[in-house]
T-cell receptor, first 113, second 111 residues
Framework: KAGVTQTPRYLIKTRGQQVTLSCSPI?????VSWYQQTPGQGLQFLFE???????NKGNFPGRFSGRQFSNSRSEMNVSTLELGDSALYLC????????????FGPGTRLTVL | GESVGLHLPTLSVQEGDNSIINCAYS??????FIWYKQESGKGPQFIID?????DKRQGQRVTVLLNKTVKHLSLQIAATQPGDSAVYFC??????????FGQGTRLTINP
């Protein structure tokens, strides 16, 4: 089975812009979770989508949003980018929602200038 | 590759020795624990997990120990190899809530 794929792998934006990141889960997995990873804060949970519905949400501002499509692919959007949004954004998929082993993609490295 | 963390705790071991990576978790109600390995430039990779009704679980060259009394989790890697160099994260979870990750430990292997 192919693993979790994320596009693009690298992205450079300027403050105030918006960005959309994409994640394709492992075939058959219906849950997609997004995480932000920074040196200072580590891995922080953003949100989880299951069957096109947001099931869990972390403690991030409303500038961070996401959605899931009927084929389980997910997108994450960040609007009005700030310098502090520079991070590695990781997507993880699992067969079910709730506690289940999550399989991570390689991440998208976002740099905000 | 990307830098996962600039100021992580670091464990250095000799190639061939056993490694023990420790993790203190915060929620006494957590009932699921998992270890991930993250190499430079890659996403975290699942290593092994354990549920709270167990205190030990073994995989290939790895063993996870859970001590619920002191809220402590450890990952033991037998016969450490150069390919084991990475950052290791523990994570805890409860019920339908999502995983909460620890800060990570960087494991370096000395030849």
């Amino acid at each position: 089975k192919a693993g979790v794929t994320q596009t693009p792998r690298y992205l450079i934006k300027t403050r105030g812009q918006q960005v959309t990141l994409s994640c394709s889960p492992i075939s058959g997995h219906r849950s997609v979770s997004w995480y932000q990873q920074t040196p200072g804060q580590g891995l922080q949970f953003l949100f989880e989508y299951f069957s096109e519905t947001q099931r869990n949400k972390g403690n991030f501002p409303g500038r961070f949003s996401g959605r899931q499509f009927s084929n389980s692919r997910s997108e994450m959007n960040v609007s009005t980018l700030e310098l502090g949004d520079s991070a590695l954004y990781l997507c993880a998929s699992s067969p079910r929602t709730g506690l289940d082993t999550q399989y991570f993609g390689p991440g998208t490295r976002l740099t905000v200038l | 590759g990307e830098s996962v963390g600039l100021h992580l705790p670091t464990l250095s071991v000799q190639e061939g020795d056993n490694s023990i990576i420790n993790c203190a978790y915060s929620n006494s109600a957590s009932d699921y624990f998992i270890w991930y390995k993250q190499e430079s430039g890659k996403g975290p990779q699942f290593i092994i997990d354990i549920r709270s009704n167990m205190d030990k679980r073994q995989g290939q060259r790895v063993t996870v120990l859970l001590n619920k009394t002191v809220k402590h989790l450890s990952l033991q890697i037998a016969a450490t190899q150069p390919g084991d160099s990475a950052v290791y994260f523990c994570a805890e979870g409860q019920g339908a809530q999502k995983l909460v990750f620890g800060q990570g430990t960087r494991l370096t292997i000395n030849p």
